[in-house]
């Protein structure tokens, strides 16, 4: 064994989120690991992992980004991120360091782990299939090893010879109502008996900026052409109630924390900007239009890069068009007829294909099969880990 491999005094590992949705997976996976064995947590992260225990030196909320042109409003903020997390390896020297997607940052980590001679491991992986193919080779050149939990990513990147497991998909087995139909439907005060639609505008504030007016500009359709339809909009736990606040005033939407698996499951169909949610709803077996909007310049740049047919996870899983998209160019009119038509036809076929997605992406229990990859990765290299 190599002297920078050799396992210091205190079992530690770094483990680095960028966003929300990986914050949750990476919550999930500290506390699969400290169920099971003593490890000391330290990072980049939020308020869920700093709860979980685990010592965040840098909150990502600073940040946190949407599009490739955003990049340049937060560089110093991102310098800085880049230089406490690069110091915070060289000082505490991990087992290894872990990656949860955040790619364009995650990256550049892994380049400086791999020259201290500290392994990476990647749990979610960039979507290298999809845009930004490149990205693979860097990978394969910094990465030990890469934890998927997409079906078809295993075969993708061990093509390129990257050593990848696969774990199946957490979102199959947690992502549940909380609450029957009669009970949501009293909390939220809604009738019963008319349609619900849900709403998500994004996790992130610029997300919600920038979505928030189409989606209203929808919501205003679809009251005038249903007849008592109820919109809820579960709020992203990071976003500020002043924003939801300014943004619905005088309107009959309801806003809710802490019940998106309720909304959707409960509801006849749903808007979604495109990320996580979207399968989420799938999971949950609920109609959606997926939407999205960034900057221009993002955009145009996106397009050269973009290497799929879709933008949504559960159309990409079952190889077609399962959710309309609306990218870039929304058109309130377009989108309400859109979800006016899903309410009333095809609704056998729809959910015929979310069971497909849902199937797809396994029952298994992925962050203890995740936790196990990695301690497996870990004794192979170091011994016993306690």
Not at 307 to 327: H, M
């Given at each position: 064994?190599?002297?920078?491999e ?21 919550t ?6 400290n ?6 947590f ?171 007016p ?26 500020p ?77 079952a ?68």
């Amino acid at each position: 064994m190599k002297d920078n491999e050799k396992k210091g005094t205190t079992n530690r590992i770094v483990l680095l989120t960028g966003e929300l949705s990986g914050e949750i997976h990476g919550t999930n996976l500290v506390k699969s690991i400290n169920s099971k064995y003593n490890i000391d947590f330290s990072g980049m992260g939020g308020r869920r992992l700093k709860q979980e225990g685990m010592e965040v030196v840098y909150d990502y909320n600073a940040i946190s980004l949407m599009g490739i042109s955003e990049i340049f409003t937060k560089t110093h903020h991102i310098i800085s991120a880049l230089n406490t997390i690069k110091r915070h390896i060289r000082d505490v020297r991990p087992l290894c360091v872990i990656l949860v997607d955040f790619p364009g940052f995650n990256l550049r980590i892994a380049g400086y782990a791999k020259r201290l001679g500290i392994p990476v491991i990647y749990f979610i992986p960039p979507q290298v299939w999809a845009w930004h193919r490149s990205r693979v080779y860097k990978i394969k050149k910094y990465v030990d090893l890469v934890i998927s939990i997409l079906p078809f990513e295993k075969g993708f990147y061990r093509e390129y010879g990257i050593e990848a497991r696969y774990v199946g998909h957490p979102f199959a087995n947690i992502i549940k109502p909380t609450m029957a139909r009669d009970e949501f439907f009293r909390m939220i005060d809604i009738d019963m008996g008319h349609p619900l639609i849900t709403i998500m505008p994004g996790s992130r504030e610029n997300e919600v900026l920038r979505h928030m007016p189409v989606l209203l500009s929808i919501t205003d359709i679809l009251k005038k052409r249903l007849d008592h339809v109820g919109i809820v909009l579960p709020v992203a736990e990071n976003i500020p109630d002043r924003l939801i606040k300014d943004s619905i005033s005088g309107r009959a939407i309801t806003a809710l924390r802490g019940y998106n698996y309720d909304a959707l499951y409960h509801s006849d169909a749903a808007i979604i900007a495109s990320g996580s949610a979207t399968l989420e709803a799938a999971i949950l077996g609920v109609p959606t239009a997926v939407i999205y909007k960034i900057s221009t310049l993002s955009y145009l740049l996106a397009k050269m890069l973009v290497d799929v047919k879709f933008i949504s996870l559960p159309n990409l899983i079952a190889g077609k068009e399962v959710f309309p998209e609306f990218i870039q160019h929304l058109d309130p009119e377009k989108i309400a007829e859109r979800v006016i038509y899903m309410l009333n036809n095809d609704r056998v076929e729809i959910k015929k294909d979310l069971a497909y997605i849902k199937a797809e992406l396994g029952g298994f229990d992925s962050y203890s099969m995740a936790r196990d990859e990695i301690v497996s990765f870990l004794e192979h290299r170091y011994g016993t880990i306690s």
